[in-house]
């Protein structure tokens, strides 16, 4: 490649420049979008999780009131 | 492995190099006396095709792994590298072409090797996705994938071999032989730009896989807390599944 000595006298394409460097920045800026919204789901299934795996926790204390509620039964 | 560790560290290197590089680019590297300031171009076309065919490569590496010793995760990492391969191979048609029609006054050179020679690249690893897509069955497809990515992955640098031995030399040689290469003022730039989009592909690659693996890890605590029942079937699709960790 020939460095140029003066600059003013080359073509001025900075419109193409721009697209191209435009071009690579979408496509990374659209990559992290689609990212992003990834993310937004694990966390919305992770909120799920978590309330399925609080609902588990309180599960086997429930049996107990059912279980006075048949004796009290039995007694009568 | 955990893909998302020191994730945030390669991120801001990423950044931090890719920077350097472009500003090393516009304000540091001298203007080509052909081509004036379009020649800027060649700062993100260039590391991001070099990049792009290293990809499908380390995709082939990868399927390499897979069929030798049959882990799923060696086929979902070859599955990645590909797949950001054809996202950065999307980016270097395109700025190709903008360069070559400010260059040359074309969008596209039909006789022009390097340009001809990337897209059928491009275009064999196209039907990489639709192959898997074509496989139900999970163990067929990520082996007959891995057969496909092991292929293809050879004939890159063969293809390129054979465009360096072509004697039409229309698009410009980065790492020229005989009548200069380039300019020691203008190597610094490429090369930072190089390695930022190496830690670019590195970062979105890690980035992908440690979402696959999340969203493989979920859906197996997902099946651990509520059962079989409240996890949907996965359907027929071209990405590998994880098993369940």
């Known amino acids: 490649m020939i460095l140029a000595q003066t600059t003013p006298a080359l073509p001025d394409n900075t419109g193409y420049v721009a697209a191209a460097y435009l071009v690579f920045f979408a496509i990374v800026l659209i990559y992290v979008v689609i990212m992003a919204s990834k993310l937004s789901r694990f966390e919305r299934e992770l909120t799920e999780l978590n309330e399925l795996a609080e609902q588990g926790a309180r599960a086997p204390s429930e049996p107990a009131p059912a279980r006075e509620a048949e004796e009290e039964a039995a007694r009568r | ?245």
């Open chain 2, 1 to 245: 492995m955990l893909y998302g560790t020191r994730l945030r560290a390669l991120s801001i290197a990423t950044c931090a190099v890719l920077t350097a590089g472009l500003a090393l680019a516009f304000f540091y590297a001298p203007m080509d006396a052909d081509q004036g300031f379009m020649q800027k171009i060649f700062y993100v076309h260039v590391p991001m095709a070099i990049v792009a065919l290293c990809g499908f490569v380390w995709g082939g590496i990868n399927a390499i792994q897979h069929l030798r010793t049959r882990d799923a995760k060696y086929d979902l990492r070859s599955y990645v590298a590909i797949h950001l391969s054809l996202i950065l191979g999307v980016g270097v048609l395109l700025t190709g072409s903008i360069w070559a029609r400010s260059s040359w006054g074309h969008w596209w050179v039909w006789d022009e090797p390097t340009l001809v020679s990337f897209l059928i690249v491009f275009l064999l690893y196209a039907t990489y996705q639709p192959l898997r897509f074509s496989i139900e069955d999970r163990e067929k497809q990520a082996r007959y994938a891995s057969v496909f990515a092991i292929v293809a992955g050879a004939f890159v640098p063969l293809n390129f071999l054979a465009v360096r031995l072509a004697q039409a030399y229309t698009h410009p040689r980065v790492f020229a032989t005989a009548d200069g290469g380039l300019p020691a003022k203008m190597q610094l730039p490429f090369y930072l730009c190089l390695f930022g989009m190496a830690l670019l592909y590195i970062t979105l690659w890690r980035y992908e896989m440690a979402s696959k693996n999340t969203s493989a890890k979920l859906r197996s605590l997902r099946r651990k807390l509520g059962g079989d029942e409240v996890v949907a079937p996965v359907g027929r699709s071209a990405a590998p599944s994880l098993p369940s960790p």
